[in-house]
């Protein structure tokens, strides 16, 4: 059986960890990134629509949001951001379809015309033409020196997730037996940032932990893996 590598910041490495473990998976969780939350304002004079939430670390690492904030809707890429602001107490939380341009474009489509959107650095930037995106930078990734079991886990065979493009670039640079890694996305464009000279590369068809997770387990097992799926 091949060992699961994941490298993404906590909380989610050690949520990611005890899930591999209960399906019987070896596990070499070793954070390649972690959070920091920065100051933010906000201006209260100002009438939104509603939040814009693409990630449930947005709400994680954001630091006295506002109770007005609270009563407006939510709207949340994934089930693991409606989690995140379900549990700081939000009761609208609005679940859009795949990424976040597309939660962007539900908004537009049910009537928002401005949404403060609290995201991290970096983060991608979002556009529509019928909306004002008014962003707010409330956390940070940083780089951590790669853990000598992770440098260890990437010089031999091993199931490699990379929960972002920044980790997909990371992974590339480190791993020295790209050839026997099998490397799973959480998107196309993470599986173009990691490079060439993995043994296969996959992401799943919707952008999460879990289906990462369910892409990686049959390789782990020992399934032969084509080279490259979506």
């Known amino acids: 059986m091949k060992p699961l590598v994941i490298a993404r910041p906590e909380p989610g490495n050690s949520q990611t960890a005890a899930t591999a473990r209960a399906e019987g998976l070896t596990i070499v969780a070793a954070p390649l990134f972690a959070f920091e939350s920065v100051p ?9 629509d509603g939040l814009l939430i693409t990630s449930a670390n947005s709400i994680l690492q954001a630091k006295d949001l506002p109770k007005d904030l609270r009563r407006l809707p939510v709207y949340a890429v994934g089930p693991a951001t409606a989690r995140a602001a379900q549990q700081a107490g939000f009761a ?5 379809p795949g990424n976040g341009q597309d939660v962007v474009a539900m908004a537009a489509v049910q009537g928002a015309q401005r949404l403060l959107h609290l995201a991290g650095d970096p983060h991608r ?9 008014d962003v707010q930078i409330v956390y940070r990734t940083v780089d951590l020196p790669p853990a000598p079991n992770l440098i260890t886990a990437l ?8 929960h972002s493009p920044r980790m997909a670039d990371r992974l590339r640079r480190i791993a ?10 959480i998107s196309a464009q993470a599986a173009k940032a990691a490079g060439p000279g993995w043994q296969s590369v996959h992401w799943p068809d919707t952008p999460s932990a879990t289906a990462m997770l369910a892409c990686a387990l ?8 084509g080279k490259t799926a979506g």
């Open 176 to 185: 020295t037996a790209r050839h026997q890694i099998d490397l799973i996305a």
């Open 92 to 96: 609208d939380i609005r679940i859009g």
């Open 40 to 48: 933010w304002n906000y201006d209260n004079s100002i009438s939104y």
């Open 125 to 133: 930037p979002l556009h529509h033409p019928a909306l004002t995106l």
């Open 218 to 225: 049959p390789l782990c097992r020992g399934a032969v893996p």
């Open 155 to 162: 010089s031999g065979p091993c199931v490699v997730l990379a």
